[in-house]
């Protein structure tokens, strides 16, 4: 009988203590999927991109597409956006309007203007280039004063960059405006296809790769180009630089402030909500950082002494600062340092913390860009063969190795061509003995830094909880699209005149009744 007890009392401790860890785990799934609610998704940059193009010609039928979109836009479906000015001719207007889409696959990567006569000096024939033709029954080119314009799109997934936003010029200030916000022009003047004296201007963004610090970029760039200036004030090209840097560096900045209003002041707090850290756990990462890095206990360190710590030759200082710009610090004068070369920025507990656990929560594939962005200051997805070359001067220095020596005479870059982020990551998977030391360097923080086992359990509930918040956003989805769809039925039972106003205000009611409860 008291063997039975016994058993018994071992078996019901055994199913407390699992059920203590069952609940510990949930906890700590709820507050990561807080926080990826709160932080994650605040510094979460959705690239969009343009994914269709529609014409309408004449008040009429724009004036019946706007209807029409309005009531989608309104019921919660895709819509369009109108582009400010028209294209059109004295006799009528034409009408450009553009659809956003977040779906890389639909991403419209290469637009070119054509003429609908095959005897015309622009037609172009796309089929058998794979573009997709964009042509209005009424731009055929058929009567005397018919337009004969049709836009020719492609969507290629594989190319490094893709159509963000579209614009249309009239004046000369207003193209000058346009090239300041980085819009390219379409080679040829609409009025070459019987439309209005404009032009059609494209914004070229980049959805492969993770930016970095943009304002420190950005400044690192206005500053060459300033010293350049100074030996040629008079060069209008070294001019209209110097203000399109500064035009961009003023919005990263603001850009920079809105995606930190919701984040921690306090590097500490952050990364204890960053990664559901027990406080028993924050203390042992302070502790690391004060027995392990910073020997003379001054509370600060330099990247060198975080190098020599990792047991890293200071040849991978360079790459070892960049990941302190990945922290995005909350000092801007620290984080100027970061993305100065030739300064000696001093790291304290909370930065230090902050960067390496920014960077161990990585997966591969974000590694790469976090490389491959370090010299794609510009977030085009292009990089010089050079800095290439560079890479791999800080990562096996003088190309000393044996392996890498004779992985370069099998790859044969040039060093005056440029690479696009799929051909940096064709090779990487290649020869991945050229990157090796990136990941070598993550490792090491890990196993440092609470070990690797701890960290990839980390990882595994950061990818729970992102699997489990993208299925309750499709269900809310669902629900709102469901729960639209009813009311307009229901209104339109009713014989309501304006449905779309009806629909979204009984809505928003029930929202906020929901809300209450």
């Not at 553009?98 to 005897?119: A, W």
């Not at 000696?344 to 902050?354: D, F, M, Q, R, S």
Request: hydrophobic share 35%.
């Amino acid at each position: 009988m008291a063997f039975i007890a016994t058993t018994a009392s071992l078996f019901n401790g055994l199913r407390r203590l699992l059920l203590f860890d069952k609940e510990a785990n949930a906890k700590e799934l709820r507050t990561i999927k807080k926080t990826i609610r709160k932080t994650m998704t605040v510094q979460k940059r959705e690239v969009m991109g343009i994914g269709d193009i529609i014409l309408t010609v004449g008040k009429a039928e724009t004036n019946k597409f706007q209807a029409e979109n309005d009531s989608h836009r309104e019921r919660g479906e895709s819509y369009y956006t109108r582009v400010k000015n028209d294209v059109g001719s004295k006799e009528q207007i034409v009408v450009v309007w553009i659809k956003l889409v977040s779906d890389h696959q639909e991403f419209i990567t290469d637009l070119k203007l054509g003429s609908t006569h095959p005897k015309h000096d622009h037609f172009f024939f796309g089929d058998k280039e794979d573009y997709q033709v964009i042509v209005h029954p009424k731009m055929r080119g058929m009567g005397a004063n018919d337009p004969s314009l049709c836009l020719w799109c492609k969507k290629d997934s594989s190319k490094p960059r893709h159509i963000a936003d579209l614009k249309i010029s009239y004046t000369r200030g207003a193209q000058v405006d346009l090239v300041r916000n980085n819009y390219e022009m379409l080679p040829l003047c609409l009025s070459r296809f019987g439309l209005a004296y404009a032009n059609i201007w494209v914004l070229w963004t980049s959805s492969k790769v993770m930016r970095l610090t943009d304002s420190d970029h950005i400044e690192k760039e206005l500053k060459d180009y300033t010293a350049m200036l100074k030996t040629s004030p008079d060069d209008p090209v070294l001019i209209k630089m110097v203000n399109t840097a500064n035009r961009r560096l003023r919005d990263a900045q603001l850009q920079e402030e809105d995606h930190g209003k919701d984040i921690p002041g306090d590097d500490l707090v952050y990364i204890k909500h960053f990664l559901a850290l027990k406080s028993a756990e924050l203390d042992k990462l302070c502790s690391i950082y004060r027995s392990s890095i910073d020997l003379d206990r001054d509370g600060r360190i330099s990247i060198e002494d975080y190098t020599s710590f990792l047991s890293e030759p200071l040849t991978m200082a360079p790459f070892i600062r960049q990941i302190f710009v990945l922290s995005l610090p909350t000092d801007n004068q620290l984080g100027a340092a970061y993305s100065n070369s030739n300064a000696k920025p001093i790291l304290e507990v909370g930065a230090t913390l902050k960067a390496t656990a920014i960077f161990c929560m990585l997966c591969p594939s974000e590694l790469l860009k976090c490389i491959f962005a370090w010299h794609d200051t510009k977030g085009y997805g292009v990089i010089n063969n050079s800095d290439f070359l560079h890479l791999l001067g800080i990562f096996h220095p003088r190309h000393n190795d044996d392996v890498v020596v004779r992985a370069l005479k099998e790859v044969d870059i040039p060093e005056d061509g440029t690479m696009t982020f799929s051909t940096f990551e064709g090779l990487t998977k290649k020869l991945p003995y050229l990157m090796y030391s990136a990941f070598r360097v993550q490792e090491k923080m890990r196993q440092k830094f609470m070990g690797v086992r701890w960290w990839r359990r980390k990882l595994a509930l950061y990818a729970k909880a992102n699997k489990q918040l993208l299925h309750d956003e499709r269900q809310t989805k669902e629900a709102e699209t469901l729960e639209m769809k009813e009311r307009y039925e229901f209104a339109r039972e009713l014989k309501i005149g304006d449905l779309d106003r009806f629909v979204v205000g009984e809505t928003k009611r029930q929202r906020r009744k929901t809300v209450r409860r």
